[in-house]
């Protein structure tokens, strides 16, 4: 704030809020974060229980004692009621994006020629590097991983369905947790996986399909995202040699990946070696990976339309893969890293083998 001489800051993006005060409310009602420019914070939400601010108003969004229709106004009231103890404000920084047009309103007829700023940018590039407690969070996303991994790899056999085996997956996790939690991915089985994806079908699973199962748990909003690919029955000579090439490409890419180095240059690497292999048949299509945090796809995205630039405490996936009917399906793999001054750092440890 004191880099952008800004005066106020003020989000009511339920992520922004539980990055900044450790606080998950609900994204069907309105939540509000404000910081002043003394440091003091304020938190406007439903949920009970103190964040770390420095005060909290509760936003009473369920009674017996009344109706309550419209929350959002409610919210509003009570900022307009906050920002009179405010010394005047000159620039209020705000996530435009993410924050309804109504509150904006309540600060600038508060502060009558107010500049109204763009935060958007800045909150991208301070959230791009993960702290410790970040990375913690995406290693417990990444336990279910594992555990989802286990029961597809115990379970998948001809006959079945991809919604059976999706079931067990889900049904792994859940009881691994204690309760359910995100779960959400690419189920698709055999030649479906070739373009497809998505979520599971009735689609009868066949002996030598190949099985891709890109999957992203999020527990209280830090996805893990990875990739495994699993043979139905014995393996082919020619699913093996594809397995390596792909294993090949994430190894190049572990090599590559080091801070100062460019996004872009990664994926044209990767590319450049998967095509170069008839066996991929140039099939390759898709980013080699890309930033993980408060939502599935953040920066460094590697993709060739990118400026982006690997830092020291990025959270990021590389996942090369290569797609044809010879090999009857997909073979992608996936892990997720934390970038250290040395190189990237493996957060999963799940086998990679068909």
Same mark, same amino acid.
């Given at each position: 704030m004191e880099k952008e001489q800004w005066d106020l800051f003020m989000?009511?993006?339920?992520?922004?809020?539980?990055y900044f005060t450790g606080l998950l409310g609900s994204k069907d009602f309105p939540t509000l974060f404000l910081q002043g420019s003394d440091g003091r914070t304020c938190l406007v939400a439903n949920t009970k229980g103190t964040g770390f601010c420095d005060e909290q108003v509760l936003l009473e969004t369920y009674s017996v004692e009344r109706s309550i229709d419209t929350p959002a106004h409610d919210a509003a009231r009570i900022l307009k009621g906050l920002l009179k103890s405010l010394q005047p404000v000159q620039r209020c920084a705000v996530e435009r994006g993410t924050t309804a047009g109504l509150y904006e309103q309540i600060v600038i007829d508060g502060f009558p020629g107010m500049q109204l700023l763009d935060a958007f940018r800045v909150l991208l590039a301070?959230?791009?590097?993960?702290?410790?407690?970040?990375? !913690?969070s995406v290693k417990e996303s990444l336990k279910y991983c594992a555990v !989802?991994?286990?029961a597809a790899r115990d379970i998948i056999a001809p006959g079945l369905t991809e919604i059976d085996v999706y079931n067990a997956m889900q049904g792994a996790i859940t009881r691994a947790a204690g309760t359910s939690i995100a779960f959400a991915g690419d189920f698709a089985c055999g030649e479906r996986g070739i373009k497809e994806g998505g979520a599971p079908t009735s689609r009868k699973i066949q002996n030598g399909d190949l099985y891709i199962l890109d999957i992203f748990p999020a527990v209280d909003l830090y996805f893990a995202d990875t990739?495994?690919?699993? !043979?139905?029955?014995?393996p082919t000579d020619l699913q093996q040699e594809?397995?390596?090439?792909?294993?090949? !490409?994430?190894?190049l890419a572990e090599s590559l990946v080091k801070p100062g180095v460019s996004a872009r240059s990664v994926y044209s690497s990767v590319k450049e070696f998967l095509d170069s292999?008839?066996?991929?048949?140039?099939s390759f299509w898709h980013h080699a990976g890309h930033g993980l945090g408060h939502r599935g796809h953040e920066?460094?995205?590697?993709?060739?339309?990118?400026?982006?630039?690997?830092?020291e405490g990025d959270v990021f996936t590389l996942e090369p893969g290569i797609y044809t009917q010879t090999l009857q399906g997909g073979i992608?793999?996936?892990d997720n890293y934390v970038l250290r001054a040395g190189g990237p750092e493996d957060l999963f440890n799940f086998p990679w083998s068909l």
């Open positions: 989000t009511s993006d339920y992520r922004t809020v539980y301070l959230r791009k590097r993960k702290e410790e407690d970040e990375i !913690a !989802a991994y286990q990739c495994r690919t699993f !043979a139905v029955g014995e594809g397995w390596q090439l792909v294993m090949d !490409a994430v190894r292999h008839p066996l991929s048949e140039k920066a460094p995205r590697i993709i060739p339309g990118t400026d982006d630039v690997f830092e992608r793999l996936e």
